[in-house]
């Protein structure tokens, strides 16, 4: 099955500053990639995904970038808020089924005023 | 737009007791999943129902058991709790005949055993 590494595991930064959250999987045949923030106590929303024909994809923001070669994609969060603290999770899987979605470990992210 | 609805949103329970979770997916949505996140945890898979049948199976405890209705509400089933269920559980559904596999999580529902 699918396996998603996620780093860091937690994540500082100053209001203003980028910050960016690294995925790899290991199923080759995985083509969807989404990224999922938590705020504490609710529900894992979708932020923003990407798809395997796509290298990069961005939304105000937040980027994403994917490397199918070396299997890792990576979440860009830049001029950060305060209100972008939260866990993120990453995950990948194939699209067009009903395959489950194998998180990563999630990154706490906090973003210092 | 509709959601995903869970209910009830927090339960409390006694060990060696039995729960049932509700779920119900957006409307049109043919896939429902169950997640169960334990504190400072990512969620963990626990089973999927695609048009009703079981499409697949996590870590999903014995004691549990799951099943999708006509209306494609899905209901899960806990029996002899223990202390370690307590966590948050999610439902999740996506329309994957139409060749997505979005997947969008409902409120949860929060499990405390005592």
């Known amino acids: 099955g699918e396996n998603v590494e996620q780093h860091p595991s937690t994540l500082s930064v100053q209001e203003g500053d980028s910050a960016v959250i690294k995925c790899t999987y290991s199923?080759?045949?995985?083509?969807?990639f989404p990224w999922y923030k938590q705020e504490l106590g609710k529900r894992p929303q979708l932020i923003i995904d990407?798809?395997?024909?796509?290298g990069e994809k961005k939304d105000q923001r937040i980027a994403v970038t994917l490397n199918k070669t070396a299997k890792h994609f990576s979440l860009h969060i830049t001029e950060t808020q305060p209100e972008d603290s939260a866990v993120y999770f990453c995950?990948?899987?194939?699209?067009?089924?009903?395959?489950?979605?194998?998180f990563g470990i999630g990154t706490k992210l906090q973003v210092i005023p | 737009a509709a959601g995903v609805i869970q209910s009830p949103r927090h339960l409390i329970k006694e060990k060696r007791e039995t729960a049932t979770l509700k779920c119900y997916p957006i409307?049109?949505?043919?896939?429902v999943y169950w997640y169960q996140q334990g504190p400072g945890q990512d969620p963990q898979f626990l089973i999927s129902?695609?048009?009703?049948?079981?499409?697949d199976k996590g870590s999903i405890p014995d004691r549990f058991s799951a099943q999708q209705f006509s209306d494609y509400h899905s209901e899960l089933n806990m029996s002899s709790l223990e202390l370690g269920d307590s966590a948050l559980y999610f439902c999740?559904?996506?329309?994957?005949?139409?060749?997505?596999?979005?997947?969008?999580f409902g409120p949860g529902t929060r499990l405390t055993v005592l």
């Open positions: 199923d080759s045949a995985s083509n969807y």
């Open positions: 995950a990948a899987l194939i699209s067009g089924g009903y395959q489950k979605v194998t």
């Open positions: 999740a559904s996506s329309l994957v005949a139409g060749g997505y596999n979005e997947q969008f």
């Open positions: 990407i798809r395997s024909n796509v």
């Open positions: 129902f695609y048009e009703k049948m079981q499409s």
């Open positions: 409307p049109r949505h043919d896939t």
